[in-house]
């Protein structure tokens, strides 16, 4: 009977063992049928985020929701391999997907832990899941990504499983793929990483949120050393390694990403242009914008507008802290307090927040957002000396403890007390043969102010507009010897479009008749003004827009000649160019090639002779007369300051508007033309005597001189149809000996004088009456 009963249980349990069987067989069967086609794997398409390049090839920009670098899995060092091999899936070149030693050790572990400890997901189900399955924690998920892991091994090497794995597992901080993190957590690419780099990065896909070395250093640290165990019972590292690399610091880079150059605003750039035609398809398809922002000319443009503008707002002095805290808010939890009070206060580059800790004998102690306090005594307070008052809690601008201030280090690396400007400025340049872009720096920070003033502000340009109309007035028949009555005028308002104008010189002072060459290098408004009425306020409007200037934003009347008009610094810095060059017109671009993931070329500039891609808009005379002009300027007008790069070859002028609201210089050399700006967004007065020599001038000194530095000097040599002659300055009539040369146009040659130099005394009486 007991025998009858053992064979009955047991035919009964065989039987339900196979239909048990037979079930999971059909389900699989089932199951099989319906997964997803392995195509995605075969035809891997990640997303990869659009990337903005200098013209060397460097990194300036990167949009997309995913940050990703492509790898072979020959390009994956073998350390990281055996770490991630260690961590995750140490028999996965042995198994067919999955691990059954792996399941059983799991299951063991996790019954004798009392709950679920350990998985056993091997390499290859992760990958299923990743690319086809959700992560929810149920056992038809785990049954589908099992099928799924079969299939994938039986469609592909395990090399590309590895590599498909190493390039789509998240890691955290937005980074996706080894290559990737390796270079958003240790800012070097994969090839360049150490064993205990790898180790941790090896340990962030069991949970990137947790083991993020940026938000968690310390969980980090512990999963990288138990990593390394692994990796030591494993015998790829000897015991004496693994207790070297447990206690090896793994510096970790705190910005998300670093580019190689400040160029927010020409990646924006470049990102609104590839939006535009691919809307979010953008930012995954692995678009490469190569542009022609060259390294050397866009840190140098940086650095000279931050630098000058911060001299700028040093010399309209300190407006006080940015806000007071209350050290004490939360008791004896200072830190908490201190921590808090960075929440609002903005930090630009290498400008940062602190908080006064203490203020004794002429030094400060400061406690910075990094953690760290600092003294800072002698010339870091020299800025801000006459407000040390611990005493006077009145005065908003004093600092006593409590104070949110802003500190820098300067080129010693001492710290001193800064203020973030309120002013704007911008910087471009361009190579005048092509357009090519340069630099663009289109405000002092794009993080705080991302509105572009190099392509988006309209603003008057003043006194460096006035070369526009004295080059119209080339084309009508005056010269550089041309004498111009630089004398008092009075305008109804009739005549100016507004109201009763009597403009003045800057300096309120009238120098009578003077030479047109004069009355540029020396920017006489009244003599601009002369000129404009003897050639037609229509006339000029049109000629203007012959250098790519709107004739709608420069109305014709007489305050254009002063520059009443509107610019913006890329448009003059284009109009420029054309002295520059002799005579063409170029349209300035930005962007030389963009290649899709694989480097196929979508589009690419075509780089010809300037006189085939371009045309011509001014007599190359008329441009090297111009040129020869501004050169004065330089040589003894308002920017004599430029005359420190010890180079003949530069030419340029000023530009200051009414009350000083605007400051600019725009000059150039034969192969690179630059404009500088400086104002307010709101336009105030910059302050008295806050010029385009004092304001605008030195930033585009600063920039030459970095990028002209090896530099030969160039030769304006003059075209055909100029001549040289000799000039008596005081009428511009040319004489046989004496005087001073002068460039013409062999066409408008001026009368011959008298062989000897009138002295002022001695000029004929009836000279003023023939003046303009």
């Known amino acids: 009977m007991i025998t009858r009963w053992l064979y009955y249980s047991f035919i009964t349990f065989f039987a339900l063992g196979l239909i048990g069987v037979l079930l999971v067989v059909f389900a699989a069967l089932v199951t099989f049928s319906s997964l997803p086609s392995l195509n995605t794997l075969t035809d891997y398409q990640p997303k990869i985020p659009l990337r903005i390049y200098s013209e060397e090839g460097l990194l300036i920009g990167e949009f997309g929701a995913e940050r990703r670098n492509l790898v072979s899995i020959d390009a994956v060092p073998t350390h990281l391999k055996q770490a991630i091999l260690a961590a995750e899936d140490d028999r ?3 198994h067919s997907g999955v691990d059954y030693m792996g399941v059983l050790r799991a299951a063991y572990s996790n019954f004798t832990a009392g709950g679920v400890r350990q998985g056993a997901s091997t390499i290859t189900m992760q990958v299923a899941r990743n690319f086809f399955l959700t992560r929810e924690k149920t056992l038809t998920r785990k049954f589908s990504e099992a099928l799924l892991a079969f299939k994938i091994e039986h469609s592909l090497s395990k090399d590309k499983i590895l590599e498909l794995y190493v390039n789509q ?11 990737a993190a390796a270079q ?8 360049d990483i150490n064993l205990a780099e790898a180790a941790m990065l090896a340990g962030l896909p069991k949970a990137p949120s ?3 070395p940026v938000v968690n250093p310390k969980r980090a640290k512990a999963r990288q050393r138990y990593v390394l165990s692994r990796l030591y019972k494993l015998n790829h590292i000897s015991e004496q390694e693994f207790k070297q690399l447990e206690n090896q610091p793994v510096p970790i880079v705190k910005q998300s990403r670093e580019f190689a150059m400040p160029a927010d605003y020409i990646a924006e750039m470049a990102r609104q242009i590839i939006y535009d035609r691919l809307n979010e398809e953008a930012y995954s398809r692995g678009i490469k914008v190569y542009t022609t922002i060259r390294l050397l000319d866009q840190q140098a443009a940086y650095r000279a507008l931050r630098s000058n503008v911060m001299e700028y707002d040093k010399r309209r002095g300190y407006r006080g802290p940015a806000t007071y805290i209350d050290l004490s808010k939360y008791g004896t939890d200072q830190e908490k307090a201190l921590e808090e009070a960075f929440d ?3 930090e630009s580059d290498d400008i940062v927040p602190a908080v006064v800790l203490a203020v004794k004998n002429k030094e400060i102690q400061v406690y910075k957002k990094d953690g760290k306090t600092v003294a800072i005594q002698a010339e870091g307070l020299r800025f801000v000396e006459k407000f040390l008052n611990t005493q006077n809690t009145d005065n908003k601008k004093n600092i006593r403890p409590g104070a949110v201030i802003h500190i820098q280090q300067d080129s010693k690396k001492n710290w001193q007390v800064v203020q973030l400007p309120k002013v704007e400025a911008a910087f471009v340049s361009i190579d005048p043969n092509d357009g090519a872009i340069r ?10 102010n991302q509105f572009n003033h190099v392509t988006q502000a309209w603003r008057q340009p003043g006194s460096s507009f006035k070369p526009f109309i004295y080059s119209a007035s080339l084309e009508k028949g005056f010269t550089a010897a041309t004498i111009i009555n630089d004398a008092p005028l009075s305008f109804s308002a009739a005549q100016t479009g507004s109201k009763l104008w009597e403009p003045r010189n800057f300096d309120g002072k009238y120098s009578g008749p003077i030479r047109m060459r004069e009355a540029l290098a020396k920017s006489k408004n009244l003599a601009s003004i002369r000129i404009l009425q003897a050639i037609d306020l229509q006339y000029a409007q049109d000629y203007i827009t012959r250098f790519g200037f709107d004739a709608d934003k420069h109305p014709p009347y007489l305050p254009m000649a002063l520059g009443s008009g509107s610019v913006t610094p890329l448009q003059i810095t284009t109009g420029y160019a054309v002295f520059a ?3 063409f017109r170029v349209k300035p671009y930005f962007i030389s090639r963009i290649e899709d993931n694989n480097g196929n070329i979508l589009e690419q500039t075509r780089k010809e002779s300037i006189s085939k891609a371009n045309k011509r808009v001014i007599d190359p005379r008329n441009a090297f007369i111009m040129t020869s002009m501004m050169q004065d300027v330089i040589n ?6 430029a005359k420190q790069l010890g180079r003949t070859d530069l030419a340029g002028k000023t530009g200051t508007t009414s009350n000083f609201v605007d400051a600019w210089f725009c000059g150039f050399q034969k192969n690179l033309v630059a404009s500088a700006w400086i104002g307010y967004d709101e336009p105030q007065s910059l302050g008295k005597n806050e010029t385009g020599g004092r304001a605008a001038l030195p930033m585009w000194i600063q920039y030459m001189e970095t990028v002209l530095k090896n530099e030969p000097i160039a030769k304006y040599s003059p075209p055909d149809g100029i001549t040289v002659e000799r000039i008596n300055p005081e009428t511009g009539l040319r004489v046989l000996s004496n005087g001073i040369t002068e460039y013409f146009l062999q066409e408008q040659l001026p009368p011959l004088s008298t062989d000897f130099l009138y002295e002022p005394e001695q000029a004929p009486q009836n000279l003023k009456d023939q003046l303009f």
């Open 92 to 94: 996965f070149y042995e």
């Open 169 to 179: 597992i998240y890691l955290g901080q937005r980074s996706y793929g080894f290559a």
């Open 184 to 191: 958003t957590y240790f800012g070097k690419p994969l090839q």
């Open 210 to 212: 947790s083991f993020n």
């Open 344 to 346: 609002n206060v903005a």
């Open 439 to 448: 630099a663009l720096i289109g405000g002092f920070d794009f993080h705080l």
């Open 581 to 583: 060059n002799g005579g």
């Open 636 to 641: 003894y007008g308002t920017a004599t300051r």
